[in-house]
């Protein structure tokens, strides 16, 4: 699916724990802070395409661990991420920014079902394509998905919006006092070094594809707005 012209596209992950404000549920205040940030980087003509987490719902191994199967755990955790989905669809709108649902586990009531060719059409019009319900499968992660989906439409860059953290460390900076972050790592040292900061899987298909990543900090105001703009605010992992 080659890119017409030669205008910016992203794709944006943005991870679900951000929604709830730390807490259960969407916190509007955040996800209206976050839809603000996107529709300026729309209106400075940035094609974007989005996928949500839903961690602020249910995480698949979190509940398996408590007894439930892994699988059904899993299925829960993407319908978690429809939720988020339209919460920022109904921000975007009522910002002025056209967007449609795209969804990996079909349902024609509230989303249209994943459909890249058509995903692409709607980037081309200026519409954000916001992708939910992960990759539809069990034992994935919706950062995996996002990389995923970037190398399929054919995004320039896929940006890791995180909360909590601004970028890659040398160790996890919430339990290691002298962890220092890095203006830039390949794949090759992030797996080797376990950095878990994105899933492994989602690191590998970006290392076995040449897709580029940044992964930044979405707690500071303007940061979304900034990373799709192509500031380099945060991490830029290459190969
Ligand atoms: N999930 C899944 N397959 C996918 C994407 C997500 O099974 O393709 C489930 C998994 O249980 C995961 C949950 O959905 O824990 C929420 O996604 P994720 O943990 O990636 O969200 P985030 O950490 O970004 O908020």
Same mark, same amino acid.
């Given at each position: ?7 910016? #596209?992203? %794709?944006? /992950?943005l991870?679900?724990?951000? @929604? &709830?404000? !730390? *807490? ?12 603000a ?57 009522q ?25 692409? #059409?709607? %980037?081309? /019009?200026?519409?954000?394509?916001? @992708? &939910?319900? !992960? *990759? ?31 970028g890659?460390?040398?160790?996890d ?67």
């Amino acid at each position: 699916l080659p890119k017409k012209g030669d205008g910016r #596209r992203v %794709l944006l /992950k943005l991870s679900g724990e951000a @929604f &709830g404000g !730390g *807490a259960v549920g969407v916190d509007p205040d955040v996800v209206s802070r976050v839809a603000a940030e996107i529709a300026e980087g729309v209106a400075q003509g940035i094609e974007c395409a989005i996928v949500v987490g839903g961690g602020n719902f249910f995480r698949g191994a979190e509940l398996s661990q408590r007894g439930m199967d892994r699988r059904r755990a899993d299925y829960m955790g993407m319908l978690g991420t429809v939720m988020n989905c339209l919460a920022l669809q109904d921000f975007l709108e009522q910002k002025g920014v056209s967007t449609r649902v795209q969804t990996a586990i079909t349902m024609g009531q509230v989303a249209e079902p994943y459909l890249p060719l058509r995903a692409v #059409r709607h %980037l081309e /019009k200026g519409r954000v394509v916001i @992708f &939910g319900a !992960g *990759a539809g499968m069990p034992y994935f992660s919706t950062d995996t998905v996002a990389v995923q989906r970037a190398l399929e439409i054919g995004c320039d860059e896929v940006l890791m919006a995180k909360n909590g953290v601004d970028g890659v460390y040398t160790a996890d900076p919430r339990s290691n006092p002298d962890a220092e972050k890095l203006e830039h790592i390949t794949y090759d040292e992030a797996l080797k070094k376990g950095l878990k900061v994105v899933d492994a899987t989602a690191f590998s298909l970006c290392m076995d594809n040449a897709q580029q990543m940044m992964v930044f900090g979405l707690d500071e105001s303007g940061n979304i707005t900034r990373a799709m703009k192509g500031d380099r605010i945060g991490t830029v992992v290459t190969g």
